[in-house]
């Protein structure tokens, strides 16, 4: 698959928590969401954790759990907000979970190009 930059921002990094605790991201800077993020989609240990959880592990869709070693993610403070770059060649599908276990419905899609 080849690489995208998906552009997003979470309104209050602070509040921003995902539904599950344990999976949640803690912490309230950029530097901080950027590495958790990072590290989320470099490696399947998220994923893994969360997929412990269910009810009958052995039926997730194993292509949630695909990681991409490359995968670099920014996020800089501006004004209220929080600006955040991921450059990945995971599909959408993947990014959407990952942020959906680190920070629930916290985040909003701006754009995305062709890396």
Do not use: C
């Amino acid at each position: 698959m080849s690489r995208q930059r998906y552009f997003l921002s979470i309104e209050n990094l602070a509040q921003a928590r995902g539904q599950i605790d344990e999976l949640s991201y803690r912490g309230n800077s950029p530097d901080s969401f950027a590495a958790q993020l990072q590290a989320a989609l470099r490696e399947p240990s998220l994923w893994e954790r969360w997929r412990a959880l269910q009810p009958d592990p052995d039926a997730v869709d194993p292509a949630l759990g695909a990681s991409d070693a490359a995968a670099t993610v920014s996020a800089a403070q501006k004004d209220l907000h929080t600006d955040i770059v991921v450059t990945t060649s995971l599909p959408h599908a993947v990014l959407k979970h990952r942020l959906g276990l680190l920070v629930g419905s916290h985040w909003r899609l701006h754009d995305v190009a062709a890396a």
